[in-house]
């Protein structure tokens, strides 16, 4: 049985529907290769909590951290600066030597504590599923950008066209997609200061973690006045660019 042909004015439409839906998802395939993500940067980082109250002293609204990442050296260190409730903190996390700490400062008193790391350092990762959706202006500066789509929930990565470093990353609530998307921001990476370069090594030592500008006092730790961790539980995993890099 032979079937009847197709007229050309239907395959047009149906093939300029699709295509329009396509666009509007945003799902449209692209050529463009995926962003490679930096295996050795230091950057000051601003977070933002958009769900919190931005009147309030606790939870913070806002979050300032200071991150030194070296994968190839299997290390990393996150200081984070005093918000009202919380004092100041540095983390060194270091895979190469098996063995972690923490500096606090309570009332101009340093103290620390230390653990064994038993895991290897995760390695950062971009997802194969990014979808580039365009080019944007971030902060004054032309940006990639990039998703990860959960349906319910996106990712929005922003990378600097001319530096191929990242400058902000955004979760999203999806509210709506027709016939207008809008969404709801959840959380806000902001990278300022970035260097793509390996952080010298003195950075992770316990002089330079204990003498961070994050403490008000000048004292210096050594790691033999560090507490260790009961039965070498360790600390949790502090993400600085969601799932996509954390230690």
Excluded at 119 to 125: C, K, N
Excluded at 227 to 236: A, H, L, N, S
């Amino acid at each position: 049985r032979v079937k009847a042909p197709v007229p050309d004015t239907m395959v047009l439409l149906f093939t300029t529907l699709v295509t329009k839906a396509t666009t509007a998802s945003g799902a449209a395939k692209s050529t463009k290769p995926l962003p490679t993500p930096l295996l050795q940067f230091s950057s000051r980082i601003e977070t933002t909590a958009h769900q919190l109250n931005a009147t309030s002293d606790y939870p913070p609204y806002k979050r300032y951290m200071t991150v030194y990442y070296d994968f190839p050296a299997r290390r990393a260190r996150i200081d984070y600066n005093p918000v009202p409730h919380m004092p100041p903190k540095s983390f060194v996390r270091r895979y190469d030597l098996g063995f972690e700490w923490m500096v606090t400062e309570i009332r101009s008193q340093k103290e620390c504590q230390k653990s064994r790391l038993l895991e290897a350092m995760p390695m950062p990762r971009f997802p194969d599923s990014f979808i580039y959706i365009g080019q944007a202006r971030v902060r004054g500066k032309l940006c990639d950008h990039w998703r990860e789509d959960h349906g319910e929930e996106t990712v929005e990565y922003f990378e600097d066209v001319e530096s191929r470093q990242p400058l902000r990353l955004t979760t999203e609530a999806v509210d709506s997609i027709s016939p207008v998307r809008r969404t709801t921001p959840l959380m806000t990476y902001d990278y300022y200061q970035l260097q793509g370069a390996a952080p010298p090594e003195e950075a992770f030592k316990m002089k330079a973690s204990t003498s961070s500008p994050i403490f008000a006092t000048s004292s210096i730790l050594r790691i033999e006045d560090c507490e260790r961790v009961v039965q070498d539980m360790g600390f949790p995993y502090i993400h600085f660019m969601h799932t996509y890099y954390y230690a």
